[in-house]
């Protein structure tokens, strides 16, 4: 039995696959699995599924909700730069700030990522970063997959991806149909392009030939280190506001840009006229828009712009919802209002220090 194991691992390393290599990150990665334990979880002996135990009694009519996402082209920036440990965070912010727009608590997460090659401290970097992520979310990795790709990826190639559960009140669930005329929009601040546009980002790079390992002064840092920045986490600051006061909807602003991300949570017959005036966007997207000279226009389509989560609010708790998000550390401002229309987010005015 032993010769006929050895010899299929033999000729499965020989074919590009390392099954020592694999199971050194497992041991690797456990450590970092360990911080995002929540008692709901269960112990699953056989070791090959996440189980969590759904507390049905804190809950009148609880609804699931789900969230498949990566990090797209960032995972490239990562390799560049052979930083590993935060790229992880941006798949969490992914997935958990789609799961918090419908106003429900992130639970568990699982992910997968596939390599080239399996290197074992490598790969505990980046279950490192989710596990930072989780632990940022309150949410719980429950598992995930490593896969070895030999031939169809480069040894130091990989990508990642991961799916959340959440859980929200039948008669809670946020969105569109709770907008009312009169809402206030509530911007919090991001802490850079988070994990969207970063095709555009690499095109401005390349063809302005620029160095990822210089030193910027008007960024604070090194191009490439400013550029891997890692999203900002939302979920438990969503779950707190919604908790404290009356949150009619939220919008996580990825692809797309502010404008586009939320008119999708507004009805038909509703506007959100936005003011550019009420904030400066982030220094990283003017040195973008500069050196390659990309339009507003185009910026504004493709960026955050320095928006990474927008609340809609009822006007009588706009106040109390910035003192929550500012004691819990989160930048937010006033952006605009919701007004008849047509179910568009509209932008006005000029960045402020533009």
Known sequence: MAADSTGATGAYAAAGVDIAAGERAVDLMKRHVARTRRPEQVTDASGFAGLFRLDTAKYKDPVLATSTDGVGTKVMLARQMDTHDTIGIDLVAMVVDDLVVSGAEPLFMTDYIATGSVV?????????GIAEGCHQAGCALVGGETAEHPGSMDPDEYDLAGAGTGVVEG???????????GDVVIAMGASGP????????????????LDLFSEVPELGGVLGEVLLTPTRVYAKDCVALTEAVEVHAYSHITGGGLAANLSRSLPEGLDARLDRSTWSPLPIFGYLAREGDVSREDMESTFNMGVGMVAIVAERDAERALEVLTDRGVPAWRLGVVTSGSGRAVLDGEYRNA
Not at 120 to 128: D, F, K, L, Q, T
Not at 172 to 179: E, F, K, S, Y
């Open 120 to 128: 074992p401290e490598r790969i505990a970097e980046i279950v490192g």
């Open 171 to 181: 008669d809670a669930i946020l969105g569109p149909d709770r907008v009312r005329e």
């Open 194 to 209: 988070h994990s969207n546009g970063y095709s555009l980002v690499r095109h401005i790079v390349d063809g302005a030939d």
